[in-house]
């Protein structure tokens, strides 16, 4: 009886289990168990539904034995057999599917992923084929330009008996180079010494589309050009880099037109930053070096990284090397395009605010007295828009003013403490400077000579000069060749025609040109063969000019040059020099 009611008596709960420990089952719930684990009560109902008392489950072999009885083992099922199930219409119906739907479906599956997995192959391979490269020159292609400029030239060749005809050859000299666009509207940066090849010039597209070209601005010291495509739709310009963060040993990218040959590109890396190369039209400090291919042609085109951004304007290579190629640096660019534009001066206007040329245009400078302090622009601003122009960097903002006349009102887009302010600036006009009637003047230039070590251009009027003599024109006469001695020239510039004239000062070492108290250009210091320009506006006639010149030693060298309307770019004539008796 006791033994009995041992069996009825709850079980002992034990304090661990090997699988479940603290004697908890799966679902973390507390349940009885047998002492030593593996046994249990289970739930019973009666036949009415009434619960009954719980029955105990049969504990195992070892449990019996604890409680004094003894339950024959479980037989083991042999190996590879299923267990016996109760024979249900819902497992009939699964097995059923089962046998049936499943090699439909893996079939069906088969056949359909035959076509995704050939898809993925051909997709693998394209990846393999599309790299970084591949990528840049689709993005780019359609900001570069091919520049053809053609001439054609007629010689007449005597007969050889001397009584025919003459005999006419025509001959057609074609030359090629490239242009990258920098904005919608069709603005295209390239090299001035592009330009010195006169002829017909055409710009091509990358889609075949040809259109007419003319020139706005050149600046031949930096050797940069800037030209007007005129397509009459937005074009899609290039995404412009820093060169500061350029690295050696990265890999550079060239898109040009060598020899003619349409849209060539070309890879190499960065062999070098600093670089400094003299050209035959000017001398370049601060230039990147690549071995990507630069050949004739391909000057004026991008140099890219591998993010399609323009980290350089190719220039020159290295004649008597291979592989050895120079490029702007796209900083270096920004810095010289606000002279390299000078719309100011180019259109005769003052508007009197200066802008930052790296990141967003903000203005660093207000002019005291200009039209855009009156119109209440304050140095922090950022401009927005000039007239109709988006503005979003500082060569937008300059693009904006190319054409603006004096008296013209401009409105500009501004942001203030991030609230937009609207001002209208009235651009004043530069009258030009008035002729002086000057009579009795001879041909020529008088110039002073002066013995000395300078640094820069000294006070000539504090100096006792070596020698006083006259020249036709801007030249070195006797003293070429010389080191340590300096130029005074004086006398005056004839003009055909009222307008904004444009003068040209190529020294080595310092020079300055004057057009009567006005310094036009300033060239000054030490340094190699380079070239200055500056603007202004002049009535027909005469006007007094002076140039100063130092030389230091090293190769001396004097160029003064003008252009104007109706005059193209060239040296200035004897013919236009005049003196006093």
């Known amino acids: ?39 249990g009560l289970r739930p019973h109902r009666g036949r009415d539904g009434r619960r009954r008392a719980p029955r105990p489950r049969p504990p195992a072999r070892r449990q019996a034995r604890d409680v ?19 024979f249900t219409a819902r497992r009939f119906t699964l097995r059923l599917l089962r046998k049936l739907l499943v090699p439909i479906l893996v079939g069906a599956a088969a056949a359909g992923c035959a076509p995704c997995a050939e898809g993925w192959r051909a997709r693998s391979r394209e990846a393999l084929r599309r790299t970084a490269l591949v990528e840049v020159f689709e993005a780019c292609k359609d900001s570069v330009v091919k520049f053809t400029a053609t001439r054609t030239e007629t010689t007449e060749t005597p007969a050889p008996d001397g009584k025919g005809p003459a005999k006419r050859t025509r001959t057609t000299h074609t030359q090629w180079g490239t242009g990258c666009i920098i904005h919608p509207a069709g603005y295209v940066l390239t090299n001035s010494h592009m330009l010195r090849f006169e002829g017909s010039r055409t710009a091509l597209l990358f889609d075949g589309k040809s259109y007419p070209v003319r020139l706005i601005a050149e600046d031949p010291g930096n050797d940069l050009a800037l030209m007007k495509l005129e397509a009459g739709r937005p074009l899609k310009p290039l995404k412009l880099g820093r060169s500061a963060t350029v690295m050696v040993g990265e890999p550079a990218i060239t898109i040009g037109n060598p020899f003619g040959i349409s849209f060539t590109m070309a890879a190499g890396i960065v062999s070098g930053i600093g670089r400094a190369t003299t050209t035959d039209y000017t001398h370049l400090a601060d230039m990147i070096q690549t071995d990507a291919s630069i050949n004739p042609g391909t000057s004026g085109g991008p140099l890219l990284n591998v993010h399609g951004e323009m980290i350089g304007l190719c220039t020159s290579n290295k004649k008597e090397a291979e592989n050895i190629g120079f ?56 401009v927005t828009a000039v007239g109709k122009e988006r503005v979003l960097s500082g060569i937008d903002f300059h693009l904006a003013l190319v054409g603006r006349k004096g008296g013209e009102a401009l409105p500009l887009g501004l942001i203030r403490n991030g609230r937009r302010v609207d001002a209208i600036v009235t651009l004043r006009e530069v009258a030009p400077r008035p002729a002086e009637k000057a009579e009795g003047l001879v041909p020529g230039i008088a110039y002073a000579h002066y013995h000395g070590r300078w640094q820069a251009l000294p006070d000539f009027a504090r100096l006792k000069p070596a020698a006083q003599s006259t020249l036709p024109s801007f030249e070195l006469g006797p003293y070429a060749g010389r080191e340590w001695f300096a130029m005074d020239y004086r006398g005056y510039i004839e003009v055909p025609a009222d307008g904004v004239y444009a003068f040209y000062l190529r020294s080595d070492d310092g020079s300055r040109l004057w057009i009567g108290e006005a310094l036009v250009v300033d060239n000054d210091g030490l340094h190699a063969s380079i070239e200055r320009r500056g603007f202004i506006p002049l009535k027909a006639g005469k006007h007094p000019i002076r140039v100063a010149y130092f030389q230091a030693p090293g190769e001396a060298a004097l160029k003064v040059s003008y252009e104007g309307p109706g005059i193209p770019l060239q040296e200035i004539p004897p013919k236009a020099l005049f003196r006093t008796p």
């Open 68 to 86: 004094g009885r003894r339950v024959p083992a479980r037989p083991l099922r042999r190996p590879g057999t299923r267990p016996r199930t109760r």
């Open 1 to 39: 009886m006791a033994r009995r009611l041992h069996l009825l008596a709850p079980p002992r709960r034990p304090a661990t289990s090997p699988r479940h420990p603290r004697g908890r089952g799966r679902g973390g719930r507390g349940r009885p168990t047998w002492p030593g684990g593996g046994g």
């Open 327 to 382: 490029a702007i640096p796209i900083d270096k660019i920004r810095a010289a395009f606000p002279d390299l534009v000078a719309a100011e001066g180019r259109y005769g206007f003052v508007l009197g605010i200066k802008v930052a040329m790296e990141g967003s245009p903000v203005v660093t400078e207000v002019a005291k007295g200009s039209p855009a302090e009156a119109a209440g622009v304050m140095v922090g601003d950022v």
